[in-house]
């Protein structure tokens, strides 16, 4: 009940296209959804992050969409750059508990 | 955003000595730190929570002995890996918590020969 499920594993892209990484939760009590961006040798990077209480939530080029009744979420980067390409990890949380992790996205954006 | 950091960002070491990595919050004062550890092609696993000024609480399957976690100051948590060996080499990364958001430090590539 604990995990975060993270789809797809690896993801390939083309320059200017939407890149679309899903995740889904079991645990109804997490109440607060982080998305991270890593690039190799570095740590994590908070990228976006929504509360349930909201759809939808956009930075820039990121965009969140959540689904309560679904218990799901999923991010949008849309216009993907080659800089773009790197990990991506969901992640959830309950109250002032540690972070559920999603299994991670390889996000490749070709020229 | 909140910064962390970490030092050192790399580390080579033989094996049974111990190395310390230290974290640290820079513009932010943070009751929790965590420590993860971190396998080519993998996700974060979660180490252990550090809490200023108690015990650090580790996750099953790692040894509390073996990876020493102090957590002195609202700014400053230290893991100390102990009698290294070569299966502990590996990317360790922190994060502290602001609020309800956990920010991570750039990382430690520890190698142990």
């Known amino acids: 009940q604990q995990q975060v499920k993270q789809s797809p594993q690896s993801l390939i892209v083309q320059k200017g296209g939407i890149s679309i990484i899903n995740c889904a939760y079991e645990n109804t009590a997490f109440d607060y959804f982080p998305w991270y961006q890593q690039f190799p040798g570095k740590g994590p990077a908070l990228l976006i992050a929504?509360?349930?209480?909201?759809s939808e939530k956009k930075e820039g080029r990121f965009t969140i969409s959540f689904n309560k009744s679904a218990k799901q979420f999923s991010l949008h980067i849309m216009d993907s750059q080659p800089g773009d390409s790197a990990t991506y990890f969901c992640a959830a949380t309950e109250g002032a508990q540690k972070l559920v992790f999603g299994q991670g996205t390889r996000l490749t954006i070709n020229p | 955003g909140a910064v962390v950091s970490q030092h050192p960002s790399r580390v080579i070491c033989k094996s049974g000595t111990s190395v310390k990595i230290e974290c640290r919050s820079l513009?932010?004062?943070?009751?929790?730190m965590f420590w993860y550890r971190q396998f080519p092609k993998q996700s974060l696993m979660l180490m252990a929570t550090s809490n200023e000024g108690s015990k650090a609480t580790y996750e099953q399957g790692v040894e509390k002995d073996k990876f020493l976690i102090n957590h002195a100051s609202l700014t400053l948590s230290t893991l100390t890996v102990t009698s290294a060996h070569p299966e502990d080499s590996s990317f360790y990364i922190c994060?502290?918590?602001?609020?309800?958001?956990?920010?991570f430090g750039p990382g430690t590539r520890l190698l142990v020969l």
């Open positions: 994060s502290a918590r602001d609020g309800k958001t956990q920010y």
């Open positions: 929504i509360r349930p209480d909201v």
């Open positions: 513009d932010f004062q943070a009751t929790t």
